[in-house]
Antibody, heavy 114, light 108 residues
C-alpha cells in the first residue's frame, strides 16, 4: 500500500487549495478514505472521509471544517482529493490521507499565513 | 463529537509494562468494537498498532495489546523498549471518527 499526498504549500488567509492523494497497492475503489490533519506540535484531528461509489460516495466531515472542506475521489485515477476554501491560519497543519485499513501517507504541509 | 480522553504522558523503565487509557462515551468507545491505536515517532506518519480494540496488524510486536472495558479502551506495552518512546493516539471509528488527544510515552 502506498499513499502519496501532494498540493500543500504557503497560502494567504482566505485562499483555496486542493490536496491530492495518489493511492496504489490496494483496490482503491473499494476503500473508505479519510483525511486527518496535525497542526504543528499538536495531536491528530480527523477532517473527514468518503465512502465508496457503491455507497454513493457519501462524505462525512468534522464540525470545524464542515462547509469549507470538500472530499472527493476519482476511482479511475486512484486519487483522493481535499478541496479547502476560505483558508484560516488555524488550518495550518500536515494533512494526511488514510485508508480504512489504517495505512497513512507521509503527509503534505499546508501553511496559512499573510 | 468530543475528543477521547488520554493521559498526557506515561513513563516506564525498560522491561516494565505500561498502560495507556482512552476514555470516551457509550456513543463511541463503549458502543462499538471499533477502537484503534497509533504510534507516532517525531516527524513520522502514524503507524497502526491495534485495530478493533485488540487485533494486531501483521508485523506489530506481540508486546502491544489492546482491551476495552465499558467506555474506556486501553493499550498495554509489555517489556518496554527504548524504541517504544513515541506519541500514542487512540481513535474510535464507528459512526464517525474521533481521536484522543495523544499520550507521550517516555522510556526512563
Amino acid at each position: 500500500v502506498q499513499l502519496v499526498e501532494s498540493g500543500g504549500g504557503l497560502v494567504k488567509p482566505g485562499g483555496s487549495l486542493r490536496l491530492s492523494c495518489a493511492a496504489s497497492g490496494f483496490p482503491f475503489s473499494n476503500a473508505w478514505m479519510s483525511w486527518v490533519r496535525q497542526a504543528p506540535g499538536k495531536g491528530l484531528e480527523w477532517v473527514g472521509r468518503i465512502k465508496t461509489k457503491t455507497e454513493s460516495g457519501t462524505t462525512d466531515y468534522a464540525a470545524p471544517v464542515k462547509g469549507r472542506f470538500t472530499i472527493s475521489r476519482d476511482d479511475s485515477k486512484n486519487t483522493l482529493y481535499l478541496q479547502i476554501n476560505n483558508l484560516k491560519t488555524e488550518d495550518t497543519a500536515a494533512y494526511y490521507c488514510t485508508t480504512d485499513g489504517g495505512h497513512w501517507g507521509q503527509g503534505t504541509l499546508v501553511t496559512v499565513s499573510s | 463529537q468530543s475528543a477521547l480522553t488520554q493521559p498526557a504522558s506515561v513513563s516506564g523503565s525498560p522491561g516494565q509494562s505500561i498502560t495507556i487509557s482512552c476514555t470516551g462515551t457509550s456513543s463511541d468507545v463503549g458502543g462499538y468494537n471499533y477502537v484503534s491505536w497509533y504510534q507516532q515517532h517525531p516527524g513520522k506518519a502514524p503507524k497502526l498498532m491495534i485495530y478493533e480494540v485488540s487485533k494486531r496488524p501483521s508485523g506489530v510486536s506481540i508486546r502491544f495489546s489492546g482491551s476495552k472495558s465499558g467506555n474506556t479502551a486501553s493499550l498495554t506495552i509489555s517489556g518496554l523498549q527504548a524504541e517504544d518512546e513515541a506519541d500514542y493516539y487512540c481513535t474510535s471509528y464507528a459512526t464517525s471518527v474521533v481521536f484522543g488527544g495523544g499520550t507521550k510515552v517516555t522510556v526512563l
